[in-house]
């Protein structure tokens, strides 16, 4: 299901889809692991808006977070 939802964001929106899962990691701890790889791959920088989408019960919850140091 996650899959699906990552690459219809990719085909219809632009969006960057990156994975993350696993029990052991908290949301907070995966989106500041997508933030850095994104900022590696210079896809975002410093002062720029992202948008990290995740999954609760089946439904999309969007989280509108600005990129730091």
């Known amino acids: 299901m996650e899959a699906h939802v990552a690459s219809r964001g ?3 929106r632009g ?3 990156l994975m993350g899962s696993g029990s052991s990691k908290s949301t907070e701890e995966l ?3 997508g933030i ?3 900022k590696n791959e210079e896809i975002c920088k410093v002062g720029d808006s ?3 989408l995740r999954l609760v019960d089946g439904s ?3 989280l509108p977070l600005m990129v730091v140091d």
């Open 15 to 17: 969006i960057i889809p």
């Open 36 to 38: 850095e790889a994104a």
């Open 10 to 12: 990719l085909v219809y």
């Open 60 to 62: 999309a919850v969007m």
């Open 50 to 52: 992202v948008l990290a």
């Open 31 to 33: 989106i500041t692991f």
